[in-house]
């Protein structure tokens, strides 16, 4: 059961990425019309310094920056928390110059049917977002969350840019500095969601936590780094319980498994961190053959849907309170089933 009974909160991961490339202005409104109680944008920072909405910093695989002569030269190799990437990075770029470009399906194989709408629509500020959602409440009648991802706070500080200062400065242009029960921030790494606590940020603060590894800002400094998986044991969790409020995981942390590998029920994270008053999300729910657990794929044919009715049913039964879906309407659809 949700901490303190709450109804689960479906939340639009990046939009509705599985009908619209994601990130998109069609992607958040057709999120909220499908029914999704908050969308979910990841924010990396511009060299003029403008909180640009992007899955990541490296944006050769939603954009069509390579088509842009302009910038060929702009293309390099960049060790981001410590992975080596080579593209095209949104702090080599100006707001203006992202602006000329258009958004691509980061997943154009898997969701074929997106790519009718490739380089259709440009590249959203967190001020457009903001905006996209208060006009769909006013329509639609209802609140609708926003939970504002921070990505690569370490590697972004280390290049000149305060992400927790920069969202502080726009949370106020935007209006949305005084509005706590709206209003979620989430990163996977703990430093800066401490930095916003102690400038006393009013939102509900998510920690999020990788299957595997450590975050970033911690494997910097050699000898001090905590992994993830030690954040989700009870030593982890009190430690939390501290710090934030709450605890976003991926779905297979949610999912016990037999020696085969095959989902047996749910495990016991969500009962540990409730009893310490955390909150609990998990990403992502999707419901085709690549993403579900063996027990439920349905064919080898990875775009295909399997069974995702049981695998969404199973994870929502851990009592989470909340999960990401790249479908709202099936989020919906089974909160609505499971009651």
């Given amino acids: 059961m949700p901490l303190g009974g709450t109804p689960l909160l479906i939340i639009g991961h990046r939009g509705a990425p599985g009908y619209r490339p994601e990130h998109t202005e069609s992607s958040y409104r057709l999120a909220c019309e499908l029914g999704a109680d908050a969308v979910e944008p990841d924010i990396v920072a511009t060299r003029d310094g403008v909180l640009v909405v992007r899955h990541e910093n490296e944006i050769s695989g939603t954009t069509d920056v390579a088509d842009h002569p302009e ?3 702009r293309r390099t190799t960049k060790v981001v928390d410590g992975k080596k990437l080579t593209g095209w ?3 080599d770029f100006t707001w203006e110059e992202l602006a000329t470009l258009r958004c691509k399906e980061r997943l154009p194989r898997l969701r074929a049917d997106n790519r009718a709408f490739d380089n259709t629509e440009p590249i959203l500020r ?8 208060d006009d769909e409440a006013a329509k ?13 706070a370490h590697f ?23 509005r706590p029960d709206e209003l979620v921030i989430e990163a996977f790494e703990l430093g800066v969601l401490e930095r916003l606590r102690e400038q006393d940020v009013r939102a509900e603060l998510i920690f999020l936590a990788e299957h595997f590894g450590a975050p970033a800002d911690e494997a910097a400094r050699p000898g001090r780094a905590r992994s993830y998986a030690w954040y989700r044991s009870d030593a982890g969790l009190d430690l939390l319980a501290t710090k934030v409020d ?5 779905k297979g ?12 029920g749910p495990t016991n994270l969500v009962q540990r961190a409730h009893a310490r008053g955390l909150r609990v999300y998990t990403w992502t729910l999707r419901p085709e053959n690549r993403y579900l657990s063996v027990r439920y794929q349905t064919s080898v044919r ?5 069974d995702w009715q049981s695998e969404f049913a199973l994870v929502v039964s851990s009592g989470v309170d909340g999960i990401f879906v790249d479908h709202p309407d099936l989020g919906v659809a089974i909160r609505d089933e499971v009651g």
């Fill in 71 to 73: 910038f060929a030269s």
């Fill in 89 to 91: 990075f949104t702090e």
């Fill in 140 to 152: 639609l009648g209802r609140s609708i969350r926003v939970v504002v991802e921070i990505k690569h």
């Fill in 253 to 264: 942390n949610l999912i016990r498994l037999n020696a085969l590998g095959r989902a047996t």
């Fill in 246 to 250: 709450g605890v976003s995981v991926a």
């Fill in 302 to 306: 990875g775009g295909e849907w399997g």
């Fill in 126 to 133: 967190l001020s457009d977002v903001f905006a996209i959602v």
């Fill in 156 to 178: 972004f500080l280390a290049a000149g840019h305060d992400l927790a200062a920069m969202l502080l400065t726009e949370l106020a242009h935007a209006g949305w500095a005084e």
